[in-house]
C-alpha cells in the first residue's frame, strides 16, 4: 500500500515563502503523475500544480508565476516551492500522487497559513 506524506506547511507573511515536500512509501511503481491540491475552509479541493514523468508541468492560473512543482523520480518526491505567498493561498495543502499500475493517492495534508 502506498503511503503519502506532506511536510513543510506553516505560517508565513504575505509576500514569503514555503517549500513543500510530498514523501511516498510502498510501492514499486513510478508515478505518472504527481501534483499539489489545497483546500479552504468551506471550499473544495482545488488543483494546484502537477507535473508528470516526463517533467511537463501544469498550473492553477492562481499561482501560475509564484509557484513551482518539482519532481525527484529516484525517491519518489515531489515538492512545491511557493513564493510572493498571499492569505488567498491559506489552505490545506495535499500531495496526490497517481499511477496506472497502483491507482491514485493522497496525503493527509499540511496546513499553510499566510497572514501577517
Known amino acids: 500500500q502506498v503511503q503519502v506524506v506532506e511536510s513543510g506547511g506553516g505560517l508565513v507573511q504575505p509576500g514569503g515563502s514555503l517549500r513543500l515536500s510530498c514523501s511516498t512509501s510502498?510501492?514499486?511503481?513510478?508515478?505518472?503523475?504527481m501534483g499539489w491540491y489545497r483546500q479552504a475552509p468551506g471550499k473544495q479541493r482545488d488543483l494546484v500544480a502537477t507535473?508528470?514523468?516526463?517533467?511537463?508541468?501544469n498550473y492553477a492560473d492562481s499561482v501560475k508565476g509564484r509557484f513551482s512543482i518539482s519532481r525527484d523520480n529516484a525517491k519518489n518526491m515531489v515538492f512545491l516551492q511557493m513564493n510572493s505567498l498571499k492569505p488567498e493561498d491559506t489552505a490545506v495543502y495535499y500531495c496526490?500522487?497517481?499511477?496506472?499500475?497502483?491507482?491514485?493517492?493522497w496525503g493527509q495534508g499540511t496546513q499553510v497559513t499566510v497572514s501577517s
Open positions: 507535473i508528470t514523468s516526463g517533467g511537463s508541468t
Open positions: 496526490n500522487v497517481r499511477s496506472y499500475a497502483a491507482g491514485t493517492y
Open positions: 510502498g510501492s514499486i511503481f513510478s508515478f505518472h503523475t
